[in-house]
């Protein structure tokens, strides 16, 4: 638009046809744009020393006799209209700026602490240790972002107003249910308690899934699954402050527990890491479950001084015939 506006002020100042006059006062006139650009142009000719010396030698007539009296009435009034609508255009993107980014609240969780956090809906928040999490409700929608952790949702009926659940590529839509959303390393792990919600993916077609079942969610795939009593119980343990395992690894479970340590729990010998272990401990005191480890398996905790844990094998005492302990 810019160069346009160049060429054309070039072209009316260098001994315009008539027609070369209307071809200006068209353009200039077809967009308020083109009124600010050429208005631009007409400065920068003006202040160039370059472009004075370059039309030195060419004899130009007044301006006012180039363009007539009406078309620089017209001329005025167009850069005005455009001043005037950029001016608007500022104006609506304040607008735009300001109800995009407030009324967004933030929510975060440090290493093993929890929040629960009644929103302006009649909705509940819970989130899980180290979580965080943006809420932004409007007239239209209720829309959560999940961008770390896990968090789990209580959501107040309102069929008008659908409540949007974001987390990385996964949309999870509800209007009164209750669900579990965990993001691990690389999926979304959906767990549904209560009601129906539907999840999309990638732009790929909606997923309908209903309580006691659950999705592994991933950029552009929606697996469902099919959930038993046990294994929510166990998904959703930690809304009660617990982690509860059932044949899991050492190092899932070390895993585990170290969502809710600032030391971590390691794997200092391969041979632990397959062993496996059920039970039910607080989150908030791996102590009881380093100590069932030792006691139930040939495992020993070698504490550092940083407050991590090391778990190597215990070689003289022999290991269970079957690698596991429930407790």
Known sequence: MEAQAARLLAKLNNAPTSEDEAEICAWIESDPRHAVAFARAEA???????????????????????????????????????????????????????????????????????????????????LNSD??????????????????????????????????????SALIRAVGTAFNVRMRPSL?????????????????????????????????????????????????????????????TIEQAAGEFNRYRAAPILIGDTRVSSLRIGGRFRTSDSREFLSALQLSLPIRAVHGEDGSVMLLYRDEDPAPADNSAAL
């Open 44 to 126: 920068a000719w003006e202040a160039a020393e370059r472009l004075k010396s370059a039309a030195a030698d060419i004899s130009l007539p007044p301006l006012a006799e180039i363009v007539s009296e009406e078309q620089q009435r017209r001329l005025s009034r167009n850069i005005m209209i455009a001043a005037a609508v950029a001016v608007l255009f500022f104006l609506v993107a304040a607008i735009v700026t300001v109800r995009t980014f407030s009324g967004i609240d933030r929510y975060q969780t440090g290493i093993g602490e929890y929040r629960d956090i009644a929103l302006d809906d009649g909705s509940t928040l819970h």
């Open 131 to 168: 979580s965080e999490a943006e809420v932004r409700f409007t007239s239209n929608g209720r829309k959560v972002r999940i961008i770390k952790g896990e968090a789990s949702f209580d959501i107040a009926h309102d069929r008008k107003r659908p409540f949007d659940v974001e987390a990385r």
């Open 188 to 248: 979304v792990e959906l767990t549904v308690t209560q009601g129906i919600v539907t999840v999309h993916s990638g732009g790929g077609a909606a997923q309908k899934v209903a309580a006691g079942s659950g999705a592994v969610i991933q950029p552009r795939t929606v697996a469902l699954t099919r959930l038993g009593p046990k294994l929510i119980d166990q998904r959703t343990a930690w809304r009660e402050q617990m982690v509860e395992l059932d044949g899991e």
